[in-house]
């Protein structure tokens, strides 16, 4: 029987019965990976179990075919297994069962993945088990609260590196065991196997490796250094702030292919996307963007992996903490700064999913069963629920704040919590009034609005919301004429307004000067915004204005044109890269995109690529902030010729050397123009898998009807074709520049994309139908496309992705309808 996406997905109560019946005392799983090449691979596991009553339960299994159902000694009937569960019956005090059968190797990057490097032909596997996927390469009671200890036998090519989530014992002749110390989760069971080159360090006692396909070999020796000290003062931060001392032996980072999400954080064994060990020069904000994934999977080894939540309804109790106590890890023990990205990329990424309509509160959003769960893995989880901890550690102090999860540790090391676990350890730290304060930030969905209006000489600042109320720890700061920040006090802002005299020459006060809290945020006039924003130097102040102008953009009360101007007057004057990068994502993808109409989009995208080019010519040569700059030139040309010379190797920027991501960005431009050439020939000096992704993206972009219709094809039919090559194929699909030619795959993508469940499952499922999105047509005519496709009958996983993106398209098209009325005015603007 062949698993599809229709796979039974584990219902919250089913899990709650099964934790009271079952302990899951050992598995033992013998994989023979002999013969890599084949589709399927030998998975035999043995799990020992005792059980409260002889009523059935059931264990899931996601084979290709079952060649032995064992329990006790007894065969069980083959009827017993439906492609996704076996049925047990006539249970004992303590079991045995053994589950043996063929199973798939994956190529969506859940499950047992295998990629073969197009490089050198070589087989690569990784296991990933999140969320539900573990059954697609053992047999498991698959829920996070039935833990176990491990024992793995592998068999494989002799020349394999072998790794999981404890040490590897090699017994020679292509056989290895591997026995995690502690018990574990099914979600975060791993293992790494292939010709994987690795590099290897110990810090602190503590064995260290680095691992990625062999050829990135070069790469990963050049990254190592940064890798392994980031690593080393993550450790050092965490053993500093938490009691407990790192507690999974070893601690290897798995930089492997197709990787859905950024990193997994499995115990020992942490796997992360390759795209990290860099291909060309990276800048200081990438190498930042990195270390915060590091002290992000590091932060889980305590929460998560040391204490598992109980059931996927507090996921955000892992990525919440990760996520803040990543963020603050980086900054106080590595070389890097975070909080600029934290405030730019993850809050704006947040504050557009809690403005959806498909918004939920951070905590207990009690998910009815695994699969819903995979959809509150956005923006709320992560970086709501990281400024919110943020606000939490404000009101509470450190002191109590780590107290109470040194307590938690302590509680429930090895085992599991859920949220009301961790409230007690907090109350049992000092920190008051903890269930008001969760109720209103933890369990009320939606973001408050802070704004300055002017009452005479005085600045009011009020706060709007929701009920509870929340109060607000903040930094009021004041702007003056030329850009200097200055702190005016620290209050705690609730329902009572709040009435500031600013000092003398003040021209704008800052509601929010520290970016601390979670609200939207408006300073007052924009005239008084636009007089100071250029010339304000302090990242935190420019973050929290640029992130109120984004979203008053999206909440169509500031025209697209105005946020243009206001953008690129900034520009010039901004210290931090990755705000810089930032600034040209949004006024190049957005502001020249769907939030202009079709027939001013050339001319928006042309003052875009005047100020890069501005940017260009002031950066020193070599620097970061050319590079920055440099990348914006690429993606807002229409200059032919210049991409051209470029692309030869020609006429470059002095500074600016022509590696194989800057070859690619100039490959992937041309062919928006049209150019197909650079694709094939590229391809021939770079074979890799990363170039593969690469053409992938610019074929789909080329701008004919052929180079349409089969990169169409990718999208929305069955192949073997990677899910980062698909990805990459949605992304280039829709360009701003090319409405008239892909009108007629509007209507086609809301017709088409609800059977693609039919193929694909858990993230592919989803992230398609969200990259193919035809965001770049808004238009009422699309809006009403999507709302129609919304009212049928979507799976789960499709219909969060189209809700969000509806959401959005409805922002461009209302923003078009106010600011740019000849497109159509039956829209109603949403805000102010
Ligand atoms: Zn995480």
């Known amino acids: 029987m062949t698993p599809t996406s229709a ?23 013998e994989l023979d990976l002999t013969a890599p090449t084949e589709p399927t691979f030998g998975s035999r596991t043995t799990i020992r179990f005792a059980s409260t009553d002889a009523t059935g339960t059931f264990v899931e299994f996601r084979g290709q075919r079952v060649t032995t159902l064992e329990l006790n000694g007894a065969p069980l009937d083959p009827a017993s297994w439906d492609g996704s569960r076996i049925t047990l019956t006539g249970l004992q005090r303590y079991n045995t069962l053994v589950v043996a059968g063929e199973m798939a190797y994956s190529n969506d990057g859940e499950g047992l993945h295998r990629h073969v490097d197009p490089q050198d032909g070589q087989t690569y596997l990784y296991a990933m088990s999140f969320l539900d996927a573990a059954p697609r390469w053992f047999a498991c009671f698959d829920q996070p609260d039935l833990k176990s200890r491990y024992r793995f036998t592998i068999r494989g ?19 290895w065991t591997i026995a995690p110390p502690h018990p574990l989760s099914t979600y975060f069971v791993t293992l790494v196997a292939g010709r994987y080159y690795s590099v290897t360090a110990e810090h602190d006692g503590i064995r260290l490796g680095l691992h990625a396909r062999a050829s990135l070999r070069d790469q990963l020796r050049a990254e190592a250094p940064d890798l392994v000290e980031v690593t080393s003062q993550c450790l050092d931060y965490y053993h500093r702030v938490f009691d407990r001392r790192y507690p999974f032996g070893e601690y290897h980072q798995a930089f492997v292919p197709d990787f859905n999400a950024g990193a997994m ?7 992360l996307r390759d795209g990290m060990i860099f291909r060309g020069r990276a800048t200081n904000a990438d190498r930042a963007s990195r270390a915060a994934v590091v002290a992000h999977e590091m932060a889980h080894m305590w929460f998560g992996d040391l204490v598992s939540m109980r059931w996927w309804d507090d996921l955000w109790l892992n990525e919440s903490f990760a996520e803040y106590l990543g963020q603050r890890c980086v900054g106080e023990a590595t070389i890097y700064r975070r ?36 959809q509150d893995f956005d923006g709320i989880s992560y970086a709501k629920g990281a400024a919110v901890l943020q606000q939490l550690a404000a009101y509470a102090g450190d002191p109590a704040f780590f107290g109470g999860l040194n307590a938690y540790f302590d509680r429930f090391a090895f085992g599991n919590a859920a949220f009301a676990d961790l409230v007690d350890a907090w109350r049992g730290a000092g920190v008051p009034q903890l269930g008001r304060w969760a109720d209103a930030w933890l369990r009320t969905a939606g973001m408050d609005r802070i704004e300055v209006s002017q009452a005479g000489g005085s600045s009011v600042i009020t706060k709007t919301g929701h009920s509870p109320s929340r109060t607000h720890a903040l ?19 609730g329902d009572e307004p709040l009435v500031i005299t600013p000092p003398a020459g003040s021209r704008l006060v800052l509601p929010d000067a520290t970016n601390a809290t979670w609200a939207k945020i408006r300073c007052g006039a924009w005239t008084d915004v636009g007089a100071v924003l250029p010339k304000i130097r302090d990242d935190n102040a420019l973050v929290v204005i640029v992130n109120g102008i984004r979203d008053a953009v999206r909440e169509a009360s500031l025209a697209p044109a105005a946020a243009l101007d206001l953008l690129l007057a900034t520009v010039p004057g901004v210290p931090s890269e990755v705000v810089v990068a930032q600034l040209f994502g949004f006024v190049t993808n957005q502001l020249s995109g769907p939030y202009c109409p079709s027939d001013q989009r050339s001319a928006r995208l042309a003052r875009v690529h005047a100020a890069a080019l501005d940017l260009l010519a002031s950066s020193e040569a070599g620097s970061d902030p050319q ?17 051209r010379d470029w692309w030869s190797g020609r006429q470059l920027p002095d500074g600016i050397d022509l590696d194989p991501e800057i070859t690619w960005a100039l490959v992937e431009r041309l062919a928006v123009l049209g150019d197909a050439g650079p694709i094939d020939e590229t391809l021939v000096s770079d074979p890799t898998a990363s170039a593969r992704t690469h053409a992938a993206r610019a074929r789909a972009a080329l701008p004919t009807t052929d180079a349409k219709a089969a990169a169409w094809a990718l999208i929305m039919q069955p192949s073997e074709v990677p899910a980062h090559e698909v990805y990459a194929a949605c992304e280039g699909f829709f360009q701003p520049s090319q409405t008239d030619l892909t009108a007629a795959y ?34 009422p005519d699309t809006l009403a496309l999507a ?16 809700v969000d993106a509806t959401d959005q398209l409805r922002r461009a098209v209302t923003s078009l309808a106010r600011y740019s009325p000849t497109i159509g005015t039956r829209f109603e603007p949403i805000g102010p």
């Open 157 to 175: 090519p002799a020349d394999w590196t072998v790794i999981g989530n404890g040490p590897t014992v090699a017994a020679g002749d292509g056989v």
């Open 7 to 29: 796979a039974t997905s584990l219902r919250h109560e089913e899990a709650v019965r099964r934790a009271a019946q079952l302990v899951v005392e050992s598995m033992q799983i």
């Open 475 to 493: 930094t009021i700061g004041s702007v003056d004429p030329s850009g200097a920040v200055t702190v005016l006090e620290e209050v705690q802002l």
């Open 339 to 374: 909080w600029n990205d934290f405030g730019i990329v993850r809050k704006d990424w947040g504050s557009v999913a809690d403005q959806s309509p498909s918004t939920h509160p951070v905590a207990s959003n009690g998910a009815a069963d695994a699969a819903s769960a995979l």
């Open 746 to 779: 509007v209507p086609r993508y809301f017709r088409e994309i609800g059977s693609t469940d039919s193929f694909r499952s858990g993230w592919v499922l989803g992230r398609v139908a969200l990259l193919a999105y035809p965001s770049t047509a808004a238009s």
């Open 787 to 802: 709302e129609r496709t919304l009212t049928s009958d979507l799976s789960p996983l499709l219909r969060r992705p189209v």
């Open 265 to 271: 954080e499995n115990p020992g064994c942490v796997t």
């Open 627 to 643: 590079l920055t700059a440099f990348r914006a030139v690429i993606r807002s040309s229409v200059d032919w010729s210049v991409l």
